[in-house]
């Protein structure tokens, strides 16, 4: 049995007076215990989104989430908030985008991660605080004594991200969902983060769904990816297979758009045209159609089905062939 199994996950946001947009539309995948997964795609393709419907964190008016979640034998969207609640932190952890708009700007850090501690596992404070200390070591923090009396504010990105990792994995979830873990930083920061990352699902057996649009990342730490563009799952694929062989165009796109230290000098960079706004509804066709360098007729007119559960294109790039 997978640990989360998503199935047909949509999610649709509706405003008095505005057409519904369906941010998520029908997105399926599965994550295995100790695996790692990741949904990568553009700014736009509903990624984030899936992530917060995931946890429950979609404001309770304006959208409408249908299909199912389940998280072991339990389907997360059916339980009650103070069931979510009791779930969320203990049994799923979630590493935010933003750390210093997640993180409480009026609030020592270390309350922040004994709270933790104190909600799930009935620490009393004393001993929460002495846990979060030996947390925010294991993430890398110097001088963690120090720190757990200061304020977001005070520390550096890279430390508040790994502030952030350390509430996450405070309870030892069994699911870790990391949503863009490394924007914002400098490379070097990304590499330890990262590392940080792989060296903590590898010696817990978390397993952990990373969503980015960085296909490095991706390259060095997923095992099974899955391609999202305009709300749906367009390829899926194991690492190593989806970086040697891309079958959809927009795969391809993203992976010739990463630039290469062996390029010519001066040379531009290959680009996707247009914008993620330049699309067909999926009902009508694919939606990538309006940017594909490969359209065809058949491409529009009809509802793309994903083939075999891993290719939702109509004329794909052959094997061996790089558009």
């Known amino acids: 049995m997978p640990l989360l199994d998503v199935r047909d996950l949509s999610v649709v946001f509706q405003r008095r007076g505005t057409r519904p947009v369906a941010a998520v539309d029908g997105v399926s995948f599965t ?9 990568v795609g553009e700014s736009g393709c509903g990624k984030s989104v899936t992530s917060l419907a995931i946890m429950g964190l979609l404001p309770r008016r304006g959208n409408t989430v249908t299909g199912e979640v389940r998280f072991e034998d339990t389907d997360l969207l059916k339980l009650r908030p103070a069931e979510l609640r009791d779930r969320r932190g203990r049994d799923i952890g979630m590493i935010f985008q933003d750390p210093l708009s997640s ?13 933790v501690l104190e909600r799930h596992q009935g620490r009393t404070r004393r001993e929460a605080l002495r846990e979060a200390r030996g947390l925010l070591d ?16 005070q520390l550096s990105g890279g430390m508040r991200q790994r502030a952030l990792i350390a509430i996450a994995l405070a309870c030892k979830p069994r699911l870790l969902i990391a949503d863009e873990p490394t924007t ?25 769904v990373m969503i ?8 060095g730490l997923c095992d099974t990816v899955n ?24 795969t391809d796109g993203l992976l010739q758009s990463v630039p290469r230290l062996d ?39 009809e509802t793309v089905p994903l083939l075999g559960g891993a290719l939702r294109c109509t004329n794909p790039v052959p094997k061996g062939v790089r558009v």
Not at 138 to 153: T, Y
Not at 212 to 219: F, I, K, N, P, Q
């Open 138 to 153: 294991a993430v890398g923090i110097p001088d963690p004594s120090r720190r757990l009396k200061e304020f977001p504010h």
């Open 31 to 39: 994550v295995e215990p100790g695996q790692t997964v990741g949904l």
């Open 212 to 219: 980015t649009h960085d296909l490095g990342v991706v390259a």
């Open 184 to 208: 914002a930083l400098d490379v070097t920061i990304q590499a330890q983060i990262l590392t940080l990352l792989k060296e903590l699902v590898d010696n817990s057996g978390t397993a952990l």
């Open 263 to 301: 390029a010519d000098r001066g040379g531009r960079l290959h680009q996707i045209r247009g914008s993620v706004s330049d699309n067909i509804p999926w009902s009508e066709g694919c939606a990538f159609a309006p940017r594909c360098d490969r359209v065809i007729d058949d491409c529009i007119g």
């Open 103 to 115: 993180l409480n700007p009026v609030i020592p850090l270390g309350l922040q991660v004994a709270e």
């Open 227 to 250: 391609v999202l563009y305009a709300g749906k799952v367009v390829e899926r694929a194991g690492r190593h297979h989806l970086f040697a062989a891309p079958r959809h165009p927009y």
